[in-house]
Nanobody, 115 residues
């Protein structure tokens, strides 16, 4: 069984930075793209960023230029570096992994941007 565990969320002031991580474990077969989604209170879950096995990245328009997604396949880990954070970035951030019998989702880590 594949498990994804996010970490690194918390409270940060507007303009600050935060890095969230997600490590996958278990019987992972044909590990492919990884990504981050987020869900703010009362809103639908939305795509934040994705990264393919080959390293190609995509970003939501709202985070482009501020967020950077990366991955370390040796550690089965995906990262999301978030800079110049805004109050509207407040949400629960979920990581996802595309692999055989997936996709798989983590349980989320909360990010709050507030002064």
């Amino acid at each position: 069984q594949v498990q994804l565990v996010e970490s690194g969320g918390g409270l940060v002031q507007p303009g600050g930075s935060l890095r969230v991580s997600c490590q996958a474990s278990g019987m992972i077969v044909n590990m492919n793209a990884m990504g981050w989604y987020r869900q703010a209170p009362g809103q639908e879950r939305e795509l934040v960023a994705t990264i393919t096995k080959g390293g190609k990245t995509t970003y939501a328009t709202s985070v482009k230029g501020r967020f950077t997604i990366s991955r370390d396949d040796a550690k089965n880990t995906v990262y999301l570096q978030m800079n110049s954070l805004k109050p509207e970035d407040t949400a629960v951030y979920y990581c996802t992994l595309t692999a055989y019998a997936g996709p798989y989702w983590g349980k989320g880590t909360r990010v709050t941007v507030s002064s």
